[in-house]
């Protein structure tokens, strides 16, 4: 194994397990959690749904192939990061409290650029016509 390998793996196993324990507490309407969607104006009846997200994105990370989905989730993460920040500072909190956001972002980039050819989605020719070779044989 690699240091390329391992980062990849270190990385992406934080950013599952990130993502799975936010799921699982947004699912299960942690008290602290609870407020801070009530501080931002945002519906609790929401929360059950991004919890299930995020695990879904955490299952999704984990998962052998999957690579177009596993683009999605990259991309679904950084949405969802990025709107917890500016919703945050919509309401006035200071950045420095958006540190575990950025924690999560990084990670996501790391594990993203990291990411093994077998964990890749299949390249696009400039025609857009989809390569149909596996990402690992390129």
Do not use: C
């Amino acid at each position: 194994m690699n240091a390329r390998t391992i980062g990849y793996w270190a990385t992406t196993g934080l950013l599952a397990f990130m993502m799975f324990g936010s799921g699982a507490a947004k699912i299960a309407g942690v008290e602290d959690l609870v407020k801070s969607m009530e501080h931002l104006g945002m519906p609790l009846y929401i929360m059950p749904l991004l919890g299930a997200w995020y695990i879904g994105a955490g299952l999704s990370l984990l998962a052998p192939g999957l690579a177009r989905l596993k683009e999605w989730t990259y991309a679904g993460i950084v949405f969802a990061m990025t709107g917890a920040v500016f919703s945050h500072l919509s309401v006035g909190d200071p950045l420095a409290g958006s540190a575990p956001v950025f924690v999560i972002l990084a990670l996501a980039a790391a594990s993203y650029v990291l990411r093994p050819n077998s964990r890749r989605l299949d390249t696009v020719s400039a025609s857009g016509a989809v390569d149909l070779q596996p990402a690992s044989a390129l």
